[in-house]
Every structure is written in C-alpha cells, then in structure tokens.
C-alpha cells in the first residue's frame, strides 16, 4: 500500500507541507517494501487555479490508497475522493513522524475539506 505525504524536501525528515495543491513535491511512500519515491509538483505552486484539482490528479496517478497533509481543500478533496483516496489531516512536523503516526493509528480521516477555495 503507498501513501502521498505533501513536503518540500527529498527523505523522511523532510517536514510536511500544510498545503495539498501547492505543496512543492509529493514523497510517496510504499509500506509494502519500505521505499519511497519522490513526485515533484513545482508546475502547480503558482498556477493561478486548479493547483489543488491538478495536483489530486498527480497523487491518484501515483497509486496511492491514502494522503497525509497539513490541510485539504474542497475541489482537492472531491476528486481525491473520487479516486478513493483516503485522506488524513497532520500537524506532525516531519513525514517520518507523520508516517508513525499513520502506522500506530493515531491519525483521523478527515470526512470534509478543512479549508475554503485559494486557501495559501
């Protein structure tokens, strides 16, 4: 099973974006071997709308089963829905303690977006 993690950097210790459509890279990570690929999203930081649709798009394209992200807005969210996407909603500071948590339990499915449209 792989899970979208939106952040800015290349490794585990990278820290979690709070944004889904214009986070800069997705790290997406496979639990079934224990590796990880990285997706740049750089074309979608200052597009001037559907960053969040496009960017559902890539992450559905990936193989994911589920995302982990700071927040998650609405036209983001009906697609990753439609996908079948599961997301998950983190304040954690880093995906390897994001990643913990998805493991242990402790994350909530989020059932709605958590922010408005253009949300920066």
Known sequence: MKIAFTTSGDNLEAPIDSRFG?????????????TFEVIDNQQNLNAMQG??????????RSGVSCLVTGH?????FQVLSAAKI???????????????????????KAN?????????
């Open 72 to 76: 998650c807005g609405p036209k983001a």
């Open 51 to 60: 960053a969040g649709i496009q960017s559902a798009q890539t992450v559905a």
């Open 112 to 120: 709605s977006a958590d922010v408005g449209s253009h949300w920066m």
């Open 22 to 34: 214009r986070a800069p890279k997705f790290l997406i990570y496979d639990l079934d071997s224990d």
């Open 86 to 108: 599961k997301i998950y909603n983190s304040e954690a500071a880093t995906i390897s303690e994001a990643l913990d948590a998805y493991k242990n339990g402790s994350l909530e």
